[in-house]
Nanobody, 125 residues
Framework: QVQLVESGGGLVQAGGSLRLSCAASGRTFSSYNMGWFRQAPGKDREFVATISWSGGTIAYYADSVKGRFTISRDNAKNTVYLQMNSLKPDDTAVYYC?????????????????WGQGTQVTVSS
């Protein structure tokens, strides 16, 4: 069982930056691929970024955030991060982190086994 708690959301102006954190419980954090997803009002949950288990040598990004967002992990702290730069109003959403035990990281929400409660990110124009 893994429990995930996101933090770091808030209100920021367009062009600004935020860093989201997701703290995980349990001793097997390094065994999980970790992903970030987001959901805006009236829209489906969408993939943002994912990073592979252990050393995090593989990372994938949604085209909409590529070059602006960076996912990273610190296994010693059981934490995954999402650094978000050059934020746009379209980035406004609730951001969720998720954990997955697949061999390779996936962009599909239903493949993830555990989810956090989400943190709100609002980007004003």
């Amino acid at each position: 069982q893994v429990q995930l708690v996101e933090s770091g959301g808030g209100l920021v102006q367009a062009g600004g930056s935020l860093r989201l954190s997701c703290a995980a419980s349990g001793r097997t954090f390094s065994s999980y691929n970790m992903g970030w997803f987001r959901q805006a009002p009236g829209k489906d949950r969408e993939f943002v970024a994912t990073i592979s288990w252990s050393g995090g040598t593989i990372a994938y990004y949604a085209d909409s955030v590529k070059g602006r967002f960076t996912i990273s992990r610190d296994n010693a702290k059981n934490t995954v991060y999402l650094q978000m730069n050059s934020l746009k109003p379209d980035d406004t959403a609730v951001y969720y982190c998720a954990a997955d035990l697949s061999l390779t990281p996936t962009m599909t929400p239903r493949e993830y086994d555990y989810w956090g409660q989400g943190t709100q990110v609002t980007v004003s124009s």
